[in-house]
Structure formats: structure tokens, C-alpha cells
T-cell receptor, first 117, second 115 residues
């Protein structure tokens, strides 16, 4: 296992279509995060899981967005009825839950770049 | 609310020289962690260095060091002996302890290293 992998790397879709992205974290990592990054900005937190439980969701995650991590391993992020404003890079990261030590960095994948036309 | 500010949209440095990338933060929590990530054109975020709020010494990782000034709420990244491969976007980020696991990122600084 060489790192966090995301699929696809690029996705072009028409407005109104549904899209789904996949993230495979580092195998021993129990925490998984989704971020969104628009042009010229830093990543913004969307949601995170510990094992299969979704522990926090940002208000950025509208009801058109849903994320799952059914078996505590890979995760999917689905966007329904895509809008042009959804065009962004979607980044996935994973980490080990800290055990009294805050120095547990998150490792990121290369992201999925979504373009809604 | 927590906030990370990076005031330098772009920086230039000559190869082999040192460069400092600025980062200031705002938080009311006494326990927090500060991170720097590098994002090359390929898109992935590469972890560079970490500083905990209770760490007594400035963090160092190879050519990277963090100039942590707690009273000023600044956590500047120093890259020594710049290389052409250092050209990328650099993001400062913060995580608050015990409150949330999410990272809050700044807007980034684009560093360009020239020969």
C-alpha cells in the first residue's frame, strides 16, 4: 500500500448529472477525510469518518452530497444533480486516530478534479 | 472562529537560497497543532512539518524548519537551500485538539525557485 488513492483523477460531467468518487485510504488508517479545493483557495473540510462512522459534516456538505464508508475501508463521495459551482478538486486524506498525541498527520491523495459543464 | 492567514500570494527565490513563507493563525483553544503542506502541480498535498502548541522547540525536518512564535500567533516555514523541485503551492493548516479533527487551511503561497 503506497498511499491514498483516488479514482477517477478527472471527471467532466454535464450539469444535473450525478457523479461518484472513490477514495482508498492507507490500509491501517482508521480516519478518512474529504476536502474540496476551488481554484486559488486552500482545501475546505467537508466530512470525516472514523472507521465506518461519519463523525462530522461541514455545512458546505449540502443535501446533494453524500459520503459513505460502508466497511471502514474505502469511501465514496456522491454528488447528485451537479451544478457548475461544484467544479473543484475533491481531496481525500487518511490518518490514524491520535492516542493522546496530536502529531498524527493526514496523508492526502492526488484528488479528483471535477468539471461541471 | 479559527483562521489561518497567509499574506503572500507568491514568492520568488533563487536556487540554493533560503526563503520564509509566512503564516499567522487565530484560535482561542490553548491546545492546537500547526502543519505545513506542499502541493505540486500534480495536486496531492504533501505533509512537510508539524508544530504542537506545547512544543518547546521549533520543529525541523531536513531543509524545512518552522519559526513558531506563540505570542505573535505565527508559524512561518523556512526552506533552506532551495531547489528547483521546491516550486509549488505551500499551505499552512491548523487543527484544534479535542474539538475537531478537521484541518483549516490558509489560501496558500505559490513559491517559484529560479536558477
Amino acid at each position: 500500500d503506497t498511499g491514498v488513492s483516488q479514482d477517477p483523477r478527472h471527471k467532466i460531467t454535464k450539469r444535473g448529472q450525478n457523479v461518484t468518487f472513490r477514495c482508498d485510504p492507507i490500509s491501517e488508517h482508521n480516519r478518512l477525510y474529504w476536502y474540496r479545493q476551488t481554484l486559488g483557495q486552500g482545501p475546505e473540510f467537508l466530512t470525516y469518518f472514523q472507521n465506518e462512522a461519519q463523525l462530522e459534516k461541514s455545512r458546505l456538505l449540502s443535501d446533494r452530497f453524500s459520503a459513505e464508508r460502508p466497511k471502514g475501508s474505502f469511501s465514496t463521495l456522491e454528488i447528485q444533480r451537479t451544478e457548475q459551482g461544484d467544479s473543484a478538486m475533491y481531496l481525500c486524506a487518511s490518518s490514524l486516530a491520535p492516542t493522546g498525541n496530536m502529531n498524527t498527520e493526514a496523508f492526502f491523495g492526488q484528488g479528483t478534479r471535477l468539471t461541471v459543464v | 472562529a479559527q483562521k489561518i492567514t497567509q499574506t503572500q500570494p507568491g514568492m520568488f527565490v533563487q536556487e540554493k537560497e533560503a526563503v520564509t513563507l509566512d503564516c499567522t493563525y487565530d484560535t482561542s483553544d490553548p491546545s492546537y497543532g500547526l502543519f505545513w503542506y506542499k502541493q505540486p502541480s500534480s495536486g496531492e498535498m504533501i505533509f512537510l512539518i508539524y508544530q504542537g502548541s506545547y512544543d518547546q522547540q521549533n520543529a525541523t525536518e531536513g531543509r524545512y524548519s518552522l519559526n513558531f512564535q506563540k505570542a505573535r500567533k505565527s508559524a512561518n516555514l523556512v526552506i533552506s537551500a532551495s531547489q528547483l523541485g521546491d516550486s509549488a503551492m505551500y499551505f499552512c493548516a491548523m487543527r484544534e485538539a479535542y474539538n475537531t479533527d478537521k484541518l483549516i487551511f490558509g489560501t496558500g503561497t505559490r513559491l517559484q525557485v529560479f536558477p
